[in-house]
């Protein structure tokens, strides 16, 4: 069973830039699609972004061209880096695993949330304007 732990959240000014980490402990990680979501306070939670098996990454249009997805299979880490950040991005960042193995996946299953079964506990981002 893989566990996640997100890490690297913080206080940051509008404008500025942080990365998230997610590491994982158990088997297959690397077989699945991973994501990144966020929830605000009072709002549903999310999804950001996510990359498949191929290394193939889907992005929510607020994040485009801003945040960048990736992840290290053989450290067993994903990352997410986040530049340009407004008081928008302000949330509790989760990392998530889906049980689909596909070496391609479509938007559709990647960007929803009831693709995702393994969630992390999550690390708070506040972005100051």
């Known amino acids: 069973q893989v566990q996640l732990v997100e890490s690297g959240g913080g206080l940051v000014q509008a404008g500025g830039s942080l990365t998230l980490s997610c590491a994982a402990s158990?088997?297959?990680?690397?077989?699945?699609?991973m994501g990144w979501f966020h929830q605000a306070l009072g709002k549903d939670r999310e999804v950001v972004a996510a990359?498949?098996?191929?290394?193939?990454?889907d992005y929510t249009d607020s994040v485009k061209g801003r945040f960048t997805i990736s992840r290290d299979i053989a450290k067993k880490m994903m990352s997410l880096q986040m530049n340009s950040l407004t008081s928008d991005d302000t949330a509790v960042y989760y990392c998530?695993?889906?049980?689909?193995?596909?070496?391609?996946?479509?938007?559709?299953?990647?960007?929803?949330?009831?693709?995702?079964?393994?969630w992390g506990q999550g690390t708070q981002v506040t972005v100051s304007s």
């Open positions: 990359i498949e098996r191929s290394g193939g990454t």
């Open positions: 158990g088997r297959t990680f690397g077989e699945n699609v």
């Open positions: 998530a695993k889906t049980p689909s193995t596909a070496f391609f996946a479509t938007r559709d299953y990647v960007m929803s949330q009831k693709s995702y079964d393994t």
